[in-house]
């Protein structure tokens, strides 16, 4: 069936750096991408959605990367401070509007 | 403005007992999910309600798990009996409408012993 997955399970990345994660996912019908920050015993946390007609969206310090040639999406956070360690998530949207998510990908950030 | 609200954060509970997760989406909310997180991994939908309505409970493991929400507000989410493998957070998360984005309470960590 669809999934959706991570490439690296643990990004380690010196303070001040740039940090990029990647989410490679199955369902082309996907119309709908979003990125979670998920901190030690908390909720995941809602940091940039992209829709599929869009290849590029920017917030603040994060940008998502979507190519739907190779059905990849990326998250890159820019000058990588230590709250940005956590386990970040990436999810789709298909038909139903069901919400599946990948496995996770920690971020240890080094001071 | 209030996010979603979870309770408990912890329960743990001996196998076979009954436990219950209360929910209150944040206000407006028409859609409210239910998922389950196991550690590693990503959440996955035990149930969506649009408004009072259960729209996919295709993952709900109706033997001995329910849920509801009677008025269309909070939710309840309740297994009986507990087995060790229901040893999870069960997360809560609501959104103005299927298809908006969807907001995540802290969870409910369950400990079935």
């Known amino acids: 069936g669809e999934s959706v997955g991570l490439h690296l399970p643990t990004l380690s990345v010196q303070e001040g750096d740039n940090s990029i994660i990647n989410c490679a996912y199955s369902?082309?019908?996907?119309?709908?991408f979003i990125w979670y920050k998920q901190e030690s015993g908390k909720g995941p946390q809602f940091i940039i959605d992209?829709?599929?007609?869009?290849d590029k969206r920017q917030g603040q310090r994060v940008t998502v990367l979507l190519n739907k040639t190779v059905k990849h999406l990326s998250l890159q956070i820019a000058a990588t401070q230590p709250g940005d360690s956590a386990v970040y998530f990436c999810?789709?949207?298909?038909?139903?509007?069901?919400?599946?998510f990948g496995g996770g990908t920690r971020v240890l950030v080094k001071p | 403005e209030a996010g979603v609200v979870q309770s408990p954060r912890y329960k743990i509970i001996e196998k076979k007992q009954p436990v219950a997760f209360w929910c209150n989406p944040i206000?407006?909310?028409?859609?409210l999910y239910w998922y389950l997180q196991n550690l590693g991994q990503g959440p996955e939908l035990l149930i969506r309600?649009?408004?009072?309505?259960?729209?996919?409970d295709s993952q709900l493991p109706k033997d001995r798990f329910s849920a509801e929400r009677l008025k269309g507000v909070d939710s309840t989410l309740k297994i009986q009996p507990a087995e060790l493998g229901d040893s999870a957070v069960y997360l809560c998360?609501?959104?103005?409408?299927?298809?908006?984005?969807?907001?995540f309470g802290e969870g409910s960590w369950l400990t079935v012993v």
């Open positions: 992209i829709r599929s007609n869009m």
């Open positions: 998360a609501s959104s103005f409408a299927s298809g908006n984005t969807i907001y």
């Open positions: 369902n082309s019908a996907s119309d709908y």
């Open positions: 309600y649009e408004n009072e309505e259960a729209v996919d």
């Open positions: 206000s407006g909310h028409n859609t």
């Open positions: 999810a789709e949207k298909a038909a139903g509007n069901k919400l599946t």
